[in-house]
Structure formats: structure tokens, C-alpha cells
């Protein structure tokens, strides 16, 4: 390389008082060539350098600059050396200093009718300006200098009633300025480019706070269903009035042409306890005033609701109203709210966050470059103290002033375990009942696995994870071949993997030793729990393709018919097993995306629930409702801890192709004594002993519920091909 081409390619300040380099060709500082690096200010002048050292693994190429004296990090500094291009001094960790750690929980718009007091964080920054809107979309608005206030946070007090207002901050930082939105702004204007500032007490519906959270008591007590606020709601056959908006599931009694519930009636026809939200929060990906669907995984504000699901997107108080008012009423029909959230990463590619304190929220390597984990570029740093607070600060929120009561965390392994581990002890320390899952997959992203919220790292807490290894033992699914199979379509040798899934994935239960001789993925991938309450068990939600659609495409040749049996075996099992249970939206009435594997911003008519297919798969939908009548009236199926499961849960012999279990001696207090499940993936009938005589059968077939269909008698039963049976002994 010629001297212009060289470059200093990082330089990074993560102490007051040292700064690490990284040039793009090795040197050595024999021969004075470390008194060739300068540290220079914007003046021009020099910093004082007391020496300069190489790094053990740097190859030549990584080094040390250590200060005479700490630095100010408002300041503007570049690293230079004659025979190579200067760096900019890019401040990393040192922004993790005790000194600019704020605690106060008033960061944001704070209104009264006398005053509102802005805070915002941004400890670079040698200039803030509070600017002042009088309307959503004004161009021009009033500025107020902001006052430099402790902890690296800047003030400003606007005595007046600014309700209706909207407002930015202009953030002089380093040698650039930026306007950018407030990241603690609780609504925004259309499409967010500016906060707005309104009086929370005007957002409240009438009856606010007179409902109380559905009773919910253990963590396996839930029963989960995903949607996303379209998809419910958007379908002409709906009956629903607010299609595709908030409102829309306030709706009590819609109903399809044919007769049948639908939306949130449907909802509490089948039964479940938790109603999943694909993301609500204002994304990047969803245009306010444009009816485009998209899932919203590209969150912008993590305080405000998004625009494009309100009546009126430019009313940013119906931002917030409608949504409680959606909460309030699914509370009222006795269905808990989960908010899917996506703090892994940032909706903007130059995010509001960046442009108040540039490089901080994002994680970098030690040249400056994002991470990608995500996919998408720029990986959120959780593990960063002011990072770690946003998140909290955010969940927290949403639970005490929308009442949410879960949180289903997006790309979760991407987060650091301590910044959960903490979101979990702040929402518990509010209410215990709070329900946190997510997604614990592998992904490179600059932490070590060790320090990241990935697989069997939620062991001996109250969060849970998504577990593929059931999802893949039942049908397989996420990346693997759509032609792959699991047991309920029709693969061999899978029953080792569903006695896991059965026992709720605990780590030391293995009464025949099938888990070490034939379980069927690699020892780093495979998912252990401590306690049943760690796993989410399920088989699809939202990503890759439809249950029906992915058993049309690994079971050609199989018939119709025999496909909706492996769809309702499959969810069988999860409803039956220990741990959590997810079902995606539409499931139950066998809902196809029409081979869309991944529809994220495909239109309605991919995505929406065709309700007509209700009256289609009526018996089927009959068969989920069974079941989850079942789950909820027999705690059996819902035991708590791994002792449990261990004291009253046996595995008995059966023959190829099914899984037979009972759960003994009135387990987790059940009514009954004895309870035994069959599963049957052979495409013909199966006769299975039985544990003792006199049973009355409840699930077969197509029919699931708690009253009896039938007696047996003996200690034989012939169980159905492609099904599940359960039976039972008072």
C-alpha cells in the first residue's frame, strides 16, 4: 500500500484515558515510531500522550494510546500518523463511566398543564435544542436552548400548556447536527418524525383500571395464541368493523356470514389465555397513512403504539387510547395481552437513538464496524448500562400504563442474559404474573454465547424460550428442507424426541435412557429445561410457512384428509405436553398462506384469516377448543416443576410409531387419578395395552374435551391411525 492508502482504521476510547487503534498495515514502533502518533483536538492542538503500547494479538496492527490525562468526550479528536490516514476518536465504553449513568425515571416529556419538563441523555453532545411544533406536520418551529444536567442528561422547562404540541431535539455532537425524535416520546405524528406531547390522563377509556388482569396463577397455565392485528381482523368475512386496527379487537360479538364467532369472539370460543401481538410498537416497515401490510420486526420508538392500527394516526392520543381500550376489553373477555417486541435492533438505519448519542446504542467490533446478528446490520447493545435502561424503562411501561401482561422478546439471543435477567426481576418486582419468552437462537453478534440469552441460558429463571427441538421432533420446521418430516408427519424413529417433549424438556429425566441413545439433534443445539415453565412448545407461528401449507409440501402423497389428522396430531401433542403451549393464528381452522414461506410484507389475502374456512373445519376447530379445555381443567397437564413431572409422569411400552404416557395418582392435584395420552403416527389403527382397565376415552379421533365419548373396559384400546388419544381413570 502507498502512505495515502494506509489507513488508522479504529479508533476507540472505552476508558477515560486510553484509546485502541487499528491500522490496516502492520508496523513497529522500534525506531521511534510510536512518537509518531499524535492525539490531536479540533483546535488543533495536541493531547499529551504518556506512552503507546502494542497488543499482544494485534499482529502489529492493534495498539494502545494511553493519555497524559483524561479526555473530554464532547470533544473532537482524531488519532494521526504521517504515513497513514487519520481516525476520528470514536467514543465506546467510556460512555459506561458511574458518571453517566442516569437512574431518574423521568427521561422524556414529563406534562402538567403549567409545564413540561423534557430530559433527555446525551452525555456527548455539546449543544441541545428543545424545538417546539405547533402541529404535526409544521416545517418550522421554536427553539429553547436545553441546560446540561446531571449524569449526562440535558433539561429544559417550557412554562406553558404545550398539550397538542409536537416537538424534536436538535443534538450538536461532535462535529455534526442532528434533529432527532426523543426515544422515551410516548406518541408520535404520522409516521413518527416527530414526539408529541399529550396528557396521559386524556388517553385513559372510560372504566380505566376498573378491570383487572385475567386470573393467571402459573406460568404453565397459559395458553398462547399468535396474530397479528391484520390478520384477525382485515378478512371482508370478518364481521369486524375496525378492520385491521386496534379497536378491532374490541369488537364482542362479530360473526361470519355463516353464524360463526369471529375475532375476539372466536377467541373466547376457543379458549386460550394469552392473546400474542405481532409488534404494535411505531416500526420503520409500516407506513401510517398507507394500508401496506408488514409484520413491523423494525421497531423506531419504544414507548409509542404504531399509527397505522388507530382510526386516526395523526391524533397521537387515539395512538395511546386505542390501544388500552383493545387491552381493556380483552381483559373483559378474560384473554392476557403479549406484546411481540424487537429490541434486538433498530426499524432506522440512522436511527433517533444514534443521532443523539452517536455509536453508543449499537454494538461495534473493535474497529467501529455494526454487528449483524440481526440480520439487518445493526445489532442493539443491551448489554450497555443506558441501552440496558431503555429496555427496562420500555417494558416497564407498557406494563403499567397499557397494562400488558407478557412480553415475547424478538431474536432474544441477541441480548445480553444479565439485561434479562434483570427485565425479569423489574416486571415481577411489578407483577409475578408477567409471562417473558423468546427466541434463544445461536447468533454471532460480539458477546460471547456465554453472555448472551441463548439456548439452556434461561435455565433456573422465569424466562422461557422457544424450543425448535420440539417444533423439529413434531414436524419439523424454521430452516430445515419444507419436505423434511417430524413424528406427526410421518417420520421414523422420532418417539425418543417427543418423550422429550412430553416431560416438558427437563434435563434429568430419563426413565429408559432414550434421550442419550436416540434423541436426534447435536448435544450444543438440544434444549434442556430445570423446570417445565423454561420451554415454549410448538410447532409453527408466524415465520416459514403455514402448518397446512409445510404438511402439503413434506406429505404429497398423502391424502387430504390425512394431512388435517397430522396437523391436529401435531398441535395435539403440544397441548398435551408439559411446558407452554403456542398455537400460530388460524391453525385451528387449518389456515394456509398459500405456500408463502415468508409473508412479512405479503398482502391481506395471504396473511388474514379466511373465516369461511371456519364452517370448512368446523370439527377441527371443535378439536382444538377440546383440548384446550382439557389443558385448562386438568392440571395434569400443567405440572410445575421437574419433581413433579418425575413423581407422576411414566412412559409404557407401546408399539413403532406411537408414544403412550400416563400421568399418575391425581398429578399436580388433578380430579382424575389417572390419566393416559396415546400418540399414533402410523397411517393405520394401533392396538395399545393399557396400564390397568376401566377408562373412559375423551380425546379420539377428531373429537377432544372432558366428557366422555366412550367406556373401555379392558386393557386394550385400538387407537386411530394419525391421532391422539386420551383416556382417563376417576
Known amino acids: 500500500m502507498s502512505g495515502a492508502q494506509k489507513k488508522i482504521k479504529a479508533a476507540v476510547m472505552d476508558n477515560f484515558d486510553e484509546i485502541n487503534i487499528v ?3 502492520p508496523i513497529s514502533l522500534a525506531n521511534g515510531e510510536d512518537r509518531k502518533f499524535k492525539v490531536i483536538k479540533k483546535t488543533g492542538e495536541p493531547v499529551a500522550l504518556k506512552e503507546i503500547t502494542a497488543k499482544e494479538s494485534g499482529n502489529g496492527k492493534k495498539f494502545i494510546i494511553r493519555l497524559a490525562e483524561p479526555v473530554d468526550v464532547t470533544g473532537i479528536y482524531k488519532v494521526t500518523h504521517p504515513d497513514f490516514q487519520p481516525k476520528r476518536v470514536f467514543f ?14 423521568d427521561l422524556g416529556p414529563i406534562y402538567t398543564p403549567e409545564m413540561t419538563r423534557f430530559r433527555v441523555w446525551a452525555p456527548t453532545a455539546r449543544r441541545v435544542e428543545l424545538i417546539i411544533y405547533d402541529h404535526g406536520d409544521a416545517k418550522l418551529g421554536r427553539s429553547t436552548d ?11 422547562e417550557i412554562r406553558e400548556d404545550l398539550k397538542g404540541k409536537f416537538y424534536t431535539y436538535r443534538v450538536h455532537v461532535h462535529d455534526q447536527i442532528w434533529e432527532a425524535v426523543d426515544p422515551y416520546v410516548k406518541s408520535v405524528n404520522v409516521n413518527g418524525t416527530k414526539g408529541a406531547i399529550i396528557d396521559l390522563k386524556e388517553t385513559n377509556p372510560e372504566g380505566w383500571g376498573t378491570v383487572p388482569r385475567p386470573p393467571f396463577k402459573n406460568f404453565v397455565d397459559a395458553i398462547i395464541y399468535e396474530t397479528h392485528i391484520r390478520d384477525i381482523s382485515v378478512a371482508a368475512n370478518s364481521g369486524i368493523t375496525h378492520k385491521g386496527k386496534f379497536l378491532a379487537l374490541t369488537e364482542e360479538n362479530t360473526q361470519s356470514p355463516d353464524g360463526l364467532a369471529t375475532g375476539l369472539a372466536h377467541l373466547k370460543e376457543l379458549g386460550i389465555t394469552h392473546l400474542h401481538l405481532l409488534p404494535i410498537m411505531e416500526s420503520e416497515f409500516i407506513i401510517d397513512d398507507k394500508d401496506i401490510y408488514n409484520w413491523g420486526y423494525g421497531t423506531n420508538f419504544f414507548f409509542a403504539t404504531e399509527g397505522q392500527y388507530v382510526t386516526d394516526p395523526a391524533d397521537p392520543v387515539k395512538r395511546v387510547k386505542e390501544f388500552k381500550e383493545a387491552v381493556q376489553v380483552l381483559h373483559k373477555n378474560g384473554i392476557r395481552v403479549v406484546l411481540d417486541v424487537v429490541y434486538n435492533h433498530t426499524g432506522r438505519k440512522n436511527p433517533d437513538l444514534e443521532r443523539i448519542v452517536p455509536g453508543y446504542y449499537l454494538r461495534r467490533d473493535e474497529e ?12 442493539f447493545a443491551s448489554e450497555r448500562p443506558m441501552a440496558r435502561k431503555l ?4 417494558v416497564k411501561y407498557w406494563v403499567t400504563e397499557y397494562q400488558v401482561d407478557g412480553f415475547r422478546f424478538d431474536l432474544m439471543g441477541l441480548h445480553d442474559r444479565e439485561t434479562m435477567l434483570k427485565i425479569a426481576e423489574e416486571l415481577h418486582r411489578i407483577d409475578p404474573t408477567i409471562l417473558i419468552y ?3 437462537w445461536l447468533l454471532r453478534t460480539g458477546l460471547p454465547f456465554s453472555e448472551l440469552m441463548v439456548k439452556n441460558s434461561q435455565q433456573g429463571t422465569s424466562i422461557a424460550i422457544f424450543n425448535d427441538n420440539v417444533r423439529d421432533a413434531i414436524v419439523s420446521g424454521g430452516i430445515h428442507p419444507v419436505t423434511e418430516r417430524g413424528f406427526a408427519s410421518g417420520k421414523p424413529e422420532m418417539e425418543a424426541s417427543i418423550k422429550k417433549a412430553v416431560v416438558g424438556s427437563i434435563i434429568d429425566y430419563d426413565p429408559e435412557n432414550v434421550y442419550n441413545r436416540e434423541y436426534q439433534f447435536k448435544p450444543e443445539e438440544t434444549i434442556h429445561t430445570f423446570n417445565p415453565h423454561e420451554t415454549i412448545n410448538y410447532v409453527t407461528c408466524h415465520d416459514n410457512y403455514a402448518l397446512r401449507d409445510r404438511l402439503e409440501r413434506s406429505n404429497p402423497q398423502a391424502t387430504e384428509v390425512e394431512r388435517e389428522k397430522m396437523a391436529m396430531l ?35 389475502y395471504i396473511n388474514e384469516i379466511d373465516w369461511s374456512y371456519k364452517k370448512t373445519y368446523y370439527s377441527m376447530f371443535k378439536f382444538y377448543q377440546g383440548l384446550i379445555r382439557l389443558r385448562k381443567e386438568h392440571p395434569a397437564f400443567r405440572m410445575t416443576t421437574a419433581e413433579e413431572i418425575k413423581n407422576h409422569l411414566v412412559f409404557h411400552q407401546s408399539p413403532p410409531g406411537t408414544v403412550v404416557y400416563s400421568l399418575n395418582d391425581h398429578a399436580n392435584g388433578d380430579p382424575w387419578k389417572r390419566i393416559v395420552v396415546i400418540y399414533n403416527q402410523n397411517r ?4 395399545v395395552t393399557l396400564p390397568g382397565e376401566g377408562w373412559k376415552v375423551v380425546v379420539e379421533g377428531n373429537k377432544a374435551g372432558i366428557t366422555p365419548l366412550r367406556n373401555v373396559s379392558g386393557s386394550f384400546v385400538d387407537v386411530p391411525p394419525i391421532s391422539l388419544m386420551v383416556l382417563y381413570q376417576e
Open 23 to 25: 491500522l490496516s498495515e
Open 92 to 105: 465506546r465504553k467510556v460512555l459506561d463511566d458511574e458518571q453517566f449513568i442516569y437512574r431518574g425515571d
Open 146 to 156: 436545553m441546560k446540561r444536567d446531571v449524569k449526562g442528561t440535558w433539561v429544559a
Open 368 to 379: 467501529g464496524n455494526l454487528y449483524c446478528g440481526s440480520g439487518v446490520n445493526n445489532d
Open 391 to 394: 429496555m427496562i424503562d420500555s
Open 438 to 440: 423468546g427466541e434463544a
Open 570 to 604: 401435531a398441535n395435539g401433542i403440544v397441548l398435551t405436553c408439559q411446558g407452554i403451549p403456542f398455537i400460530a393464528g388460524g391453525v385451528e381452522i387449518h389456515k394456509t398462506k398459500f405456500g408463502d414461506e415468508n409473508s412479512y410484507q405479503s398482502p391481506d
Open 684 to 687: 393405520y389403527k394401533v392396538n
